[in-house]
């Protein structure tokens, strides 16, 4: 993940950081009470001028004091005082010109990596805030101001809840009713495998469940549920193709009321996000199942359509978490640093291959350090 930002934020920052050092050494150096070091004094020969009948400076001698001077002061090595030894490096301080210049630039790295436009500006406006004006140690530029970079990202990213803590509060301390968890997308996001792997990895925490096959559209999906639910030995709730979805899924809870089970997971036909017809028909499912958790899933390796599609489906449904697909092929990470953002709602999970043990809880302090940054 973010390969390519780590060595270009790191030629960013160099370039920022590789202030020239003007020096201006004219041909003829003339040794005045300003330039002279402390502590030494070269007297001006003069020689009279009978023309002028005044001493002027010889310029032959002087030449020739310039030199020896030169060479002693090169012979013995300048002493520096206490408070010259523990006066740090050469500091530099960015303007807001400066980061002007390179603010395009670093705006077109995170973009190269599927960080959203308005999350991108986002992070490059708080960069600002934090390093105009500041002082760096220039030999610390880049790791400073890549420790401001990884604070930045940590504060977008919003900290997942627990979905076993929520589970176990709502059946064993609050109603005894079954927790209902909807699960949303559109097409060919690996929504139903993701489905059986939430049912695996909740079984292993000692939560039993029951799977509604509410995609009752796509040809094959009941069969392709149905087939992980005998894998994992796990009830799947079904009816026939072009059936009610809405009524699957509340025979589900009712099953799950009845049976004492302690979780409903509600499978959904995938969804185009630019469809207002086929989004309402979620909306029904969600509107008579009264899921405690809405969960979209969608791919990490999608990039910026990841972004509408989540907006679409909050905007439809109100989600309250996201599980992003196929982390394990994102190189560029921009994908999940975005969808929390734009939604203000939390990673859940992120799937990191086909089997069922392949979905591992989001936790962003390991995220930024697989960054790489």
């Not at 979805?245 to 509340?250: C, E, I, K, T």
């Not at 910026?304 to 989540?310: L, M």
């Amino acid at each position: 993940m973010f390969s390519k930002l780590k060595e270009k934020l790191r030629n960013w920052t160099k370039k920022i950081s590789e202030k020239k050092e003007i020096k201006e050494i004219p041909e003829k150096e003339v040794i005045t009470k300003e330039s002279k070091k402390p502590g030494r004094e070269i007297q001006i020969p003069t020689k009279f001028k009978p023309g002028t009948q005044k001493f002027e400076p010889d310029l032959e001698k002087l030449q020739e004091k310039i030199k020896k001077t030169k060479e002693q002061e090169k012979k013995e090595p300048e002493k520096q005082g206490f408070f010259a030894k523990i006066i740090p490096p050469f500091k530099l301080k960015i303007s807001e010109k400066e980061f002007e210049i390179y603010k395009e630039e670093l705006e077109m790295l995170l973009l190269e990596n599927n960080v959203a436009l308005e999350v991108a500006e986002k992070i490059i406006q708080n960069l600002k805030d934090q390093i105009i004006g500041k002082e760096f140690l220039k030999k610390e530029v880049e790791s400073e101001i890549t420790d401001v970079f990884k604070e930045i990202i940590k504060e977008i990213l919003i900290d997942p809840f627990d979905v076993v803590e929520k589970i176990k509060e709502k059946y064993y301390d609050q109603s005894k009713d079954p927790y209902v968890i909807l699960f949303c997308g559109i097409n060919g996001t690996g929504k139903t495998t993701t489905v059986a792997k939430i049912a695996d990895y909740l079984k292993k925490n000692n939560i039993s469940c029951v799977l509604s096959a509410s995609d009752t559209f796509r040809a094959a999906s009941i069969e392709q549920l149905k087939k992980h639910g005998d894998k994992l030995g796990i009830k799947v709730i079904a009816n026939k193709y072009g059936s009610d979805p809405a009524s699957v899924g509340f025979d589900a809870i009712k099953y799950a009321k009845k049976n004492f089970i302690n979780c409903v997971l509600i499978d959904t036909a995938g969804r185009i996000h630019t469809s207002k017809n086929l989004l309402k028909e979620i909306e029904k499912i969600s509107r008579i199942c009264k899921p405690d958790l809405k969960i979209f899933v969608g791919e990490a390796i999608t990039g910026n359509d990841a972004i509408e599609q989540v907006k679409t489906f909050d905007w439809e449904l109100g989600i309250d978490g996201i599980i992003l697909t196929k982390a394990d092929t994102d190189e560029k990470g921009g994908t999940a640093l975005s969808v929390g953002y734009v939604t203000k709602k939390p990673i859940l999970y992120l799937g990191t291959g086909q089997e069922y043990k392949d979905i591992i809880v989001f936790n962003k302090n390991k995220f930024i350090k697989e960054l790489g940054l």
